[in-house]
C-alpha cells in the first residue's frame, strides 16, 4: 500500500540510521525531503507543511539532535506524527440506540463503492454476531438495489427494498419499521450517490437523516481520486455532518494522499478501509498500524 511513498520514507530512515551524527542540518535536509516525498504522494499543502513544521518543532525543542540515540528518536518521531496525521487511535462506530441498534448511513459520490462496503460491513457485523438488515435506498442507479440483494443472499442477511418505488424516503421508512419487526440489531442503509454532489442528493440525505436518526453517517470515498476525495469529505461533513469516513480502492496504485489527509482537513476519523472487491476485503481502520505499514 502506498508503495512509492513508502519506499521513499523507508530510504530517508535508513539514511538516518546510517549516518554517525545526527547534526541539524542534515535533519533539515532530511525533512525537506520527507516534504517532497509527502507532496508527491498528493498529501494536502497544508497538511504536509504542518507535519514536518512539527517534527522540527519537537525535533528542535527537545533537543533530538544531541542525544545518543537521536536518529531512532527522530525516526520514532516521524512515525508519531504520521499516526497523529492519520488520526490518532481507531475510532469504533458510535454507541446504539435506545432501541439497542445501531443505525448506520451510508452516502457517497456514485462509484465511490458504497454498495459493495454495505455488503462487507454486513457481513463482518454478521461475524461479530449482529442481527443484520440491508437497507437498499439508491433509488438513483437502476442496478443498485438488485445488486444489494444479490449481495444480502450471498452474506445470509436479511435484505429490505420496494422495487418499484423512488421514494428513498419510504423505502427507509418502511425497512425500519421491518429492521424492528424482526429485532435487528445492526440496519445498515444503503443512499443514492450521484457524479457530483449537488443539491438534490443532499437534500434528499437531509431528510434521510432527519427521519432514520442515523447512530452513524459514514461517508464512503473513493482512495484513488487523491485530494478530490478529501474535497468530497469535506463538502459532506460541512453540508450533512458525517460521523466518519471509509476509504476504498487502497489495494489499488493509490498514492495515499487521501488517507494521510483527511482527518486533518474534514476533521471526521477514517472508520474503515476498504481494499479490494471481495466481501472479506474490509478492515477497521488502525492509524498505528498503517504508519508502520508505511514506514517498514
Ligand atoms: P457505488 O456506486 O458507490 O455503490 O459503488 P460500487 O459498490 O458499485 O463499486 C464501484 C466499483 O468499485 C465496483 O466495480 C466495485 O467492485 C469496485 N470496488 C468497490 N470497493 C473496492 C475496493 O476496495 N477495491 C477495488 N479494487 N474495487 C472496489
Do not use: C
Not at 459520490?109 to 457485523?125: D, E, I, M
Not at 471526521?268 to 478492515?283: A, C, Q, T, V
Request: proline fraction near 2%.
Amino acid at each position: 500500500m502506498f508503495d512509492a511513498l513508502s519506499d521513499k520514507l523507508k530510504g530517508l530512515m535508513k539514511k538516518v540510521s546510517g549516518q554517525s551524527t545526527l547534526t541539524e542540518s542534515n535533519m533539515q535536509e532530511v525533512l525537506r525531503e520527507v516534504k517532497l516525498a509527502l507532496l508527491e504522494a498528493d498529501v494536502n499543502y497544508k497538511v504536509t507543511k504542518d507535519f514536518v513544521n512539527r517534527i522540527k518543532e519537537k525535533s528542535l525543542g527537545s533537543k533530538v539532535i544531541m542525544g545518543v540515540n537521536a536518529r531512532q528518536q527522530f525516526i520514532k518521531l516521524i512515525h508519531d506524527e504520521l499516526v497523529e496525521v492519520l488520526g490518532g487511535q481507531n475510532v469504533s462506530l458510535n454507541p446504539k440506540n435506545n432501541n439497542k441498534q445501531n443505525i448506520i448511513m451510508l452516502v457517497g459520490l456514485q462509484g465511490a463503492g458504497k454498495t459493495t462496503f454495505a455488503a462487507k460491513l454486513s457481513k463482518l457485523s454478521k461475524k461479530e454476531k449482529e442481527k443484520v438488515i440491508l437497507i437498499g435506498a439508491d433509488v438513483y442507479r437502476p442496478a443498485a438495489k438488485r445488486q444489494l440483494q444479490v449481495l444480502s443472499e450471498q452474506i445470509g442477511v436479511e435484505f429490505f427494498t420496494i422495487n418499484d418505488s423512488n421514494d428513498a424516503l419510504l423505502i427507509v421508512k418502511k425497512g425500519l419499521e421491518k429492521a424492528s419487526d424482526i429485532e435487528a440489531t445492526t440496519i445498515v442503509i444503503d443512499t443514492a450517490g450521484r457524479l457530483h454532489i449537488d443539491e438534490t442528493l443532499m437534500k434528499e440525505l437531509e431528510d434521510i437523516k432527519a427521519m432514520a436518526s442515523p447512530t452513524d453517517i459514514l461517508l464512503v470515498v473513493d482512495g484513488m481520486t487523491g485530494q478530490d476525495a478529501v474535497n468530497v469529505a469535506k463538502k459532506f461533513n460541512e453540508t450533512l455532518v458525517i460521523d466518519g469516513v471509509v476509504l476504498t480502492k487502497l489495494d489499488g496504485d493509490t498514492r495515499g494522499g487521501a488517507a494521510l489527509s483527511i482527518k486533518e482537513v474534514s476533521g471526521k476519523p477514517i472508520k474503515y478501509i476498504s481494499e479490494g472487491e471481495k466481501l472479506d476485503e474490509i478492515s477497521k481502520f488502525y492509524p498505528d498500524r498503517l504508519a508502520s505499514r508505511i514506514l517498514g
